[in-house]
């Protein structure tokens, strides 16, 4: 038997059908919906209906859909765009109008009536603005409501101010409006709560409870003291309404008030434990910082997490400063720092109570801050021992200070006394870290409840304990007033530990640790560098044991890149060589610093003037060449090698007053330099210095012998150089010209073109213009850029130097106002064709490009 239609096209009959009821069923739901909104109509205006959606239960999708509806004979009106906002705009201006009228009534026609027309006035009017929301609120005009309401809270705050005014002219101004913001928090609370569909009364309340208790303080004209437990009660109160208050509005008025209130209470209470003399002037203020503590953990225990953590911090800070207030009291400041440090370590004893994960949390916080605050404190005698050092660039060799370290650093006049504490406090905090990194498993378990720090916390933990037991030590020396020998010896030693540290730490893989001994072990050495400059003795000592430290520490960085490579796997091992042989390079370059500074104090000792002692100082880059042909290939040879170079640029300085030590200096670099360009990777750069050195040598040498004709020294230099140039490009067409035929050219046409522009004849500058000519032509028909550009160069100067006196007279007989003229029609011209100038320019460039 067949099926007629098909199974499967009556199927999709079936679902077709079925989605058109559906559809219909939907749209006629959404308007029997409609209708019986606009029955019993809302208190806001009635959305309008959504769209009817279509979807097949079951099945295969229907071959045809069909078309939506309209929803426009069905629905509601179209609401108007913006007429809530429109409303709200209209009642916020006509109750700001009315509250204007009245606060005018009250301050200007108020004296025009009878005390029975005042009462009756006010009221009528106050008690009509009062009960209107409420009959508002039952016909769903909450908006209106809202106005009138903060109309009425107006009248009242005007009410008060004319009852004062009139019942009692000669009471206590700050007393009376204590008493007034009394009452009127508890009306506004009771208002609010009896309407609470009103949104204003209730946080107006909140606001109003801030004020009686301030005002009362005031108008007894109490202390500082109980201003405070004004302050605090008052903030005690917000965060009972913070954390019990009906709705967010008033809540978030309570915090508010609460943070604010609270924060000056505990202020006033920390100035006053500061400032005390003796315990017993401090207790009070600790009474009022542990009160805030107790309320500052009330609230935190109950308050979501961020306010938490704040409000546990907030505690532990109160406590620190009321238990540190009293055991520090009478004691100088500098050592009442321990005493506040000791107090914020004792704290986190508290993790151990049963307490909240963000209340533990801000208590941590608290002591880390503390912990801050006490490192910050001790930092001045830190940086004046490191800093105070550069004074000594200004005494070089001029003995030992008669003050010690402290006349070494300028700082006699310092009351060192004050800042005796601070080597103990950086010392602790140290040691403190230091046991955390060592036992950080015990600490992990013992804070587990609280915090769960990783491992780059220990890592940060060591790295901090190091920093801070390196700074400690560095200003013990001031701190104790010792000599100046023993300084600079307390110093070195000190450099070689932290250069020892960091060796160990990076050969361990402990790279925060070893990085920041690292650092520790640098700015110590140049500043125990500085410090040895005082005494000629001390210069030699520091600076050899810094150049053995740190070769020491180059040397051992590369064996434990060796080990590295071998002992790991991988991975591990490419990261691990990486870091030591960058690292390794700090060191080394250091070595190479100390080595100039002692050749340079050889050639002072020595009794050598500065461009004598010149030659003397290119034994270190000589050192360098060697080292870098020695480290090729290592992150550390091109450092070490450029150290060197900037200090044979140091020699060179140095031999600037003479010219033949120049010469000598010059060709020396140049050797050096030749030396260099030997290794492959350094040929490229190395070459040329070399030549620019040696040919630069040759000139500097020529005028100081006083020779008048160059030429006669410089041309049988520049043909057997032009003849291996020709050579050289027979043998390979590629090369540059710049190679072949640069430094053969401008060894005779650089010092014939100076000797040319002091010549007062005038036949070598036209000797020179004619050979300039022929290069720059042999140079632009062989398309050599050598030739054209020396060539052209030099013919342009020796032009200038020849037409210069011409043009000077020819310029003198022109009017004044020609050139001017002149010039500004060759701008008018170029600024014309400019873009053809630009392409004109840059077709010459690439010409001259493509030149070899």
């Known amino acids: ?6 199974p499967a096209e009556e199927l999709a009959l079936l679902d077709s059908e079925l989605a058109r009821l559906d559809a219909r069923r939907s749209q006629l739901l959404v308007r029997r919906a409609w209708l019986l909104s606009v029955l019993t109509p809302p208190a806001g205006p009635p959305a309008a209906p959504p769209a009817p959606q279509f979807a097949a239960p079951f099945g295969p999708p229907s071959p045809a859909r069909p078309p939506a509806p309209s929803a426009a004979p069905f629905g509601p009106p179209a609401a108007q765009a913006g007429a809530r906002s429109a409303q709200n705009v209209l009642l916020t201006l006509g109750g700001l109008l009315l509250t204007i009228a009245a606060i005018a009534f009250t301050l200007v026609s108020w004296g025009h009536m009878g005390i029975s027309g005042r009462s009756a006035v006010l009221a009528v009017v106050t008690i009509a603005t009062l009960a209107a929301p409420a009959v508002l609120l039952r016909r769903g005009l909450s908006a209106t409501a809202e106005s009138l309401g903060a109309l009425a809270s107006v009248l009242m705050i005007l009410d008060a101010y004319a009852l004062h005014r009139v019942a009692a002219p000669d009471a206590d101004g700050p007393g009376f409006a204590a008493v007034a913001s009394a009452v009127l928090a508890v009306l506004w609370g009771a208002y609010g709560l009896l309407l609470g569909r009103l949104r204003l009364p209730l946080p107006l309340a909140v606001v109003s ?10 108008s007894a004209g109490a202390g500082a003291s109980v201003f405070g437990w004004a302050l605090l009660l008052t903030a005690a109160l917000d965060c009972v309404i913070a954390v019990w208050g009906p709705g ?4 978030v008025t309570a915090c508010v008030g609460c943070w604010t209130t609270g924060l000056l209470g505990l202020l006033v209470a920390l100035a006053q434990s500061v400032s005390a003399g003796a315990a017993s002037g401090a207790v009070a203020p600790a009474a009022l910082l542990l009160t805030g503590a107790a309320v500052a953990l009330f609230g935190a225990w109950r308050a979501p997490r961020g306010l938490a953590v704040a409000g546990g911090a907030l505690a ?3 406590g620190v400063a009321a238990v540190g207030g009293v055991l520090r009291a009478g004691m100088d400041w500098g050592w009442s720092v321990p005493v506040y440090l000791l107090c914020g370590v004792v704290l986190l004893a508290a993790l151990r109570a049963p307490l909240p994960r963000p209340v533990g949390q801000g208590l941590v916080w608290a002591s880390s801050a503390v912990t801050v605050a006490a490192v910050v404190s001790a930092a001045p005698p830190v940086g004046m021992s490191l800093m105070g050092t550069v004074s000594q660039l200004a005494r070089v060799w001029s003995g030992a200070p008669d003050g010690g370290v402290r006349g070494a650093l300028g700082t006699e006049g310092l009351a060192w006394s004050h800042l005796a504490a601070a080597p103990v406090v950086l010392l602790t905090v140290a040691g ?3 046991l955390a990194h060592r036992s950080w498993a015990r600490l992990v378990r013992a804070a587990g409840p609280v915090l769960s720090p990783g491992a780059a916390w220990r890592s940060a933990a060591g790295a901090a304990a190091s920093a801070l037991c390196w700074a400690g030590l560095t200003a013990l020396p001031a701190v104790l007033g010792l000599s100046y020998a023993a300084a600079v010896s307390v110093q070195s030693v000190l450099v070689t530990g932290a250069f020892a540290v960091a060796v160990r730490g990076l050969r361990r893989g402990t790279s925060a640790v070893g990085t920041t001994a690292l650092v520790c072990g640098l700015i110590g050495a140049v500043s125990t560098g500085f410090l040895s400059l005082a005494a000629e003795g001390a210069t030699y000592a520091v600076f050899a044991v810094l150049l053995v430290v740190l070769g020491a520490a180059a040397v051992l960085f590369e064996g434990g890149a060796v080990q590295a490579a071998r002992a790991l796997p991988d991975a591990r091992a490419v990261r691990a060589v990486r870091a030591l042989r960058i690292a390794q390079a700090v060191p080394a370059c250091g070595a190479v610093v100390c080595g100039t500074v002692l050749a340079r104090a050889a050639g002072a000792s020595l009794g ?5 002692a010149a030659p003397l100082m290119l034994v270190v880059p000589g050192v360098t060449v060697l080292l870098g042909a020695r480290l090729r290939g290592r992150p550390a040879a091109l450092p070490v090698e450029l150290t060197g170079a ?6 060179l300085v140095m031999a600037v007053p003479d010219r033949p030590f120049l010469a000598l200096v010059l060709a020396l670099s140049g050797v050096l330099a030749a030396g260099t360009a030997v290794r492959a990777e350094r040929r490229p750069v190395a070459g040329y210095l070399a030549v620019a050195l040696f040919v630069l040598a040759t000139w500097v040498r020529l005028s100081a012998s006083g020779v008048s004709d160059p030429e006669a020294y410089t041309l049988p230099v520049t043909v057997p150089a032009l003849a291996v140039g020709v050579l050289r490009r027979r043998r390979d067409p590629e090369a540059s010209s710049w190679t072949a035929y640069g430094a053969g050219l401008a060894a005779t046409l650089v010092p014939s073109l100076f000797a040319a522009w002091v010549d007062p004849h005038w036949l070598r500058p036209l000797l020179l213009g004619v050979a300039a000519l022929a290069i720059t032509l042999a140079g632009a028909r062989l398309r050599l850029q050598a030739l054209l550009l020396l060539g052209g160069a030099v013919l342009a ?9 011409y043009v000077v007279q020819v310029v003198g007989a022109l009017p004044r106002w020609l050139p001017p003229a002149l010039a500004g029609v060759l701008l008018l011209v170029v600024g014309a064709t400019y873009e053809q100038r630009l392409r004109d320019a840059r077709r010459l460039k690439e010409t001259v490009g493509r030149m070899r």
């Open 1 to 6: 038997m067949e099926h007629v239609p098909p």
């Open 209 to 218: 409870a801030q004020l009686p208790l301030l005002l009362s303080a005031w």
């Open 248 to 251: 967010v509005a008033v809540r």
């Open 316 to 318: 532990g800070l109160c």
């Open 432 to 434: 403190l870290l230091g």
């Open 608 to 612: 050598l003037a500065g461009y004598q």
């Open 646 to 651: 900037a200090s044979a640029a140091v020699a």
């Open 797 to 805: 100067m020796d032009a200038v130097h020849e037409l210069a006196p």
